[in-house]
DNA sequence: CACCCCCCCTTGATCGATCCAACTGCGTGA
DNA sequence: TCACGCAGTTGGATCGATCAAGGGGGGGTG
């Protein structure tokens, strides 16, 4: 990234410079700054420096519209922002759109962010791709029946996704997502380490790929230690008097010496529990939740959460997004990275 | 807000249709649908109509590029997105920028986001503004000293600050905040009601001109209630350990009852203590948090918290930024706005 | 010496919208 | 009849960058 020089006694100008006054003032032509700007291979080198000078002097920078006019793009990446659900403890975006900003800085992109229309999910990605606005699209909500990341297909609108494609075994688009099922497993062995051999499960509904992803983590390294499954899972809403309820239900009737969640949020249900029944996290039952929120954090005695790799996602994600966008061919459809086990006092 | 329609049949063609295409399309000049779009005053209803069906048909969004040049503008706001920092509560960045979004949407806009780089906090601004990426800047962090406010009057950026200018008396910017004097009143206020009359205080250190104002909403309030202050309060860093220790210290010095915090990062550190000293929030004593973050909602019994009304600083800022923009007058160089209290069961 | 080529740079056209000034047709009043 | 105003429409110029093609000078080659 250029840095550029800010002096407390420079003031920008009323209009500001073009490309034609710095050729003006560098005694070039136009088309020299431009390349000077874009392609500095071409000029000699005492051209460049010139130039340059002229362009430090005059504090001139391209005119975004122009040159989005010109190439028909933008370098704008769009992204639909959906705030946290108030009430549960997954507040993901936040460091995920933090780091999605940071890397398409680096590869000379800025982030757009439009906002959801339930009713109408896929409006704000029209009107962007007809006004061409955005030259590409982060899609965040790959859940089952979500028509963006077909409908953007059809429209041949680059967009990579974060998720994968559960619904759709042909869907030909790339992505990027986590290995949900690899946190649980960590989360589970974590437990069966510490020698818990009664480990229970709270995830979501089954209409959820995500959330039977996670279960199944857990399911495998249970298994694959000869240890029972059956009884000790429960599947719920993703609130927290939910993982209270499911966990109130799950210790009266199986007598597990851990959980393991598919969410923070029903993480906090089942600490709930253990409070009421003046049980201590940690001490006497185990619990892991998902998503290392800030609610994990900052619990009391900490909450061991599976923290999923959201700077590398992003990192992914704009990587492939660059390469879609210069044409380049890309190598993998679908990219599955790992998450990692942020160990804390609730085990 | 236009809702386009978009039949599952359709596609984008490859080249965009533009204005020319749809004034050929319709029989009229390249002005005319201009004007259909713009001001559609200017049109007879029959020829209106004519030209709005051709839009529709052939999809037509004007390019956003190509207006952008020739208005000399990019309907586009500023934001440098800064991430809630690991290990505290503090995440109300999140709900804001949804705020944000919505309103700024309503209002024709859309919000751009750019990443902070501490060793350079003006670049970020600099760069977009040369450029003419965008249209003005919503500025968050107006903590003491940060050089980003005068800079951008100085550069006659148009910007609307979320923070009042504290350090600045002569600051001439425009301002929206939050109350939160008067969010420690309700907190204080509230806990009186319910008997409480050693009430502590737990805030930031003494260089933060925001927890002093917090911390002045608890001073007043006590002492327009006759209630001692001396030796109940502390002022700690803003992490999770220093509020717990500040607890400890506080209930064996003072004896205090309840508690108010500057943030829900100190109040869960509180929240800390009493859970090792086997006191229940709520019954033995009470706990106010500041924030209404995740943490607070979900957190077991719930924590008692102050809510800023970041729905309505985000609508009150576009309003002001869309006010500014349009060479309006504004009224008020600052806007204060009330917060509420989320009461829960830690009070 | 003529020729070609390559390097470096310049010139005119273009992207797609809006701004500007002028032009048309129609009705009105002198 | 004709000037005039008004509403609706028109073609041309413009925003500021990049693309495509063209030009001049120096060096190498036949």
Redesign the interface.
């Known amino acids: 990234?250029?840095?550029?020089d800010?002096r407390?006694g420079s003031?920008?100008p009323v209009t500001?410079t073009t490309l034609a006054d710095v050729a003006e003032r560098a005694g070039v032509s136009r088309q020299t700054v431009s390349n000077a700007v874009n392609n500095p291979d071409l000029l000699r080198p005492d051209t460049l420096e010139r130039v340059r000078q002229t362009i430090a002097e005059l504090?001139?920078?391209?005119?975004?519209?122009?040159r989005?006019?010109r190439t028909?793009t933008?370098s704008?990446i769009g992204l639909r922002?959906?705030?946290?659900q108030?009430?549960?403890?997954?507040?993901m975006?936040?460091?995920f759109?933090?780091s999605l900003?940071?890397a398409s800085?680096e590869a000379g992109y800025?982030?757009?962010?439009?906002?959801a229309d339930d009713e109408?999910p896929?409006?704000g990605y029209?009107?962007l791709?007809?006004?061409?606005?955005v030259d590409a699209f982060v899609v965040t909500d790959t859940y089952l029946g979500n028509p963006q990341a077909a409908?953007l297909s059809?429209?041949?609108?680059p967009f990579v996704a974060f998720g994968r494609p559960w619904d759709d075994d042909v869907a030909r688009h790339v992505w990027v997502d986590v290995d949900g099922a690899a946190g649980t497993r960590l989360a589970t062995q974590h437990l069966i380490d510490r020698g818990h051999t009664r480990i229970a499960w709270i995830g979501w509904r089954k209409d959820s790929p995500i959330g039977e992803d996670r279960r199944a983590g857990w399911v495998s390294t249970m298994h694959a230690n000869g240890l029972p499954t059956t009884g000790m899972a429960s599947r719920v809403e993703d609130v927290?008097h939910s993982g209270a309820e499911a966990a109130a239900v799950l210790l009266d009737e199986s007598e597990p010496t851990a959980f393991v969640c598919a969410s923070?949020?029903l993480a906090?249900g089942v600490?709930?529990t253990l409070?009421i029944r003046q049980l201590a996290p940690g001490r006497d039952i185990a619990v892991v939740g998902f998503d290392d929120?800030?609610?994990a954090?900052?619990?009391?005695?900490g909450l061991t959460s599976v923290r999923q790799p959201l700077e590398d996602v992003a990192v992914e994600i704009v990587r492939t997004l660059s390469a879609l966008l210069s044409h380049q061919p890309v190598e993998t459809r679908g990219v599955l990275l790992a998450p990692t086990l942020a160990i804390r006092g609730s085990s």
């Not at 922002?81 to 946290?84: E, G, M, S």
């Not at 108030?86 to 507040?91: I, L």
């Open positions: 990234m250029v840095r550029s800010h407390p003031q920008l500001p504090g001139y920078s391209p005119n975004r519209a122009a989005n006019l028909r933008s704008l922002f959906t705030p946290a108030e009430g549960t403890a997954n507040a975006m936040d460091r759109v933090h900003v940071e800085d800025h982030v757009l962010l439009f906002p109408d896929i409006g029209d009107n791709l007809r006004s061409t606005a409908w059809q429209q041949r609108a927290v923070d949020t906090m600490l709930h409070w929120s800030q609610v954090q900052v619990f009391p005695v």
